[in-house]
């Protein structure tokens, strides 16, 4: 089955605890990216990469950091997590640039740093 | 940052009327406008999307409307069921890697 998979899906931690969401798809899609869903601001961007080893920062980049060695994995890394970054996150995958390309997204991470 | 704009937050619609939400964005450097559809406690899913060489597009009960000289466009969604309850967000494209999304609208189709 084509699927974007997410781990964990939920997850409480504490302020400054070093924590990493995982995510994979099995699409062989080239782009893919990380979203945080607040409520009434919507789905925001975190970051994205274009292929491998190739990255950028969205609208909300601060806090976060990802790689992509692998065509299929994109992890978003939270070094230190504070409260403000609790949210539920989304990542998303497609055949070519999110502007112009289905997104498929993954079933979501809640997050709550206390 | 782009921003696009949707209206309303939240609306509520009796069983077979019609839903209207409405979207209007700064610029885009593609004319790809979608829309996703997000049942609760899942992760988004492509609804419908347009590419305005023309100004409507319609699959089943769910139609996009758009305008380009007034930056908007809009999802009609026609004989609403209850399974159409779903929060809705339209998106545009700032350029060819990011999309833009509106803050959501929160559909409730009451029996």
């Known amino acids: 089955e084509a699927q974007v998979t997410q781990n964990p899906r939920y997850l409480i931690t504490v302020t400054g605890k070093k924590l990493t969401v995982t995510c994979s798809q099995n699409m062989n899609h080239e782009y893919m990216s990380w979203y945080r869903q607040d409520p009434g601001l919507g789905l925001r961007q975190i970051y994205y990469s274009m292929n491998v080893e190739v990255t950028d920062k969205g609208d909300v980049p601060e806090g976060y950091k990802v790689s992509r060695k692998e065509k299929r994995n994109f992890p978003l890394i939270l070094e230190s997590p504070s409260p403000n970054q609790t949210s539920l996150y989304f990542c998303?995958?497609?055949?070519?640039?999110?502007?112009?390309?289905?997104?498929?997204f993954g079933p979501g991470t809640r997050l709550t740093v206390l | 940052q782009q921003q696009v704009k949707q209206s309303p937050q939240s609306l509520i619609v009796q069983k077979g009327g019609i839903s209207i939400i409405n979207c209007a964005y700064e610029?885009?450097?593609?004319?790809?406008f979608p829309w996703y559809q997000q049942f609760p406690g899942k992760g988004p899913a492509l609804l419908i999307a347009i590419r305005p060489d023309v100004s409507e597009k319609k699959e089943g009960r769910f139609t996009i409307s758009f305008n380009k000289s007034a930056k908007q466009f809009s999802l009609h969604i026609m004989d609403s069921q209850p399974g159409d309850s779903a929060t809705y967000f339209c998106a545009a494209p700032p350029n060819d890697y990011k999309l833009s999304f509106g803050a959501g609208t929160t559909v409730t189709v009451r029996a």
């Open positions: 610029n885009t450097a593609f004319d790809y």
């Open positions: 998303a995958s497609s055949w070519g640039g999110a502007g112009d390309n289905e997104q498929f």
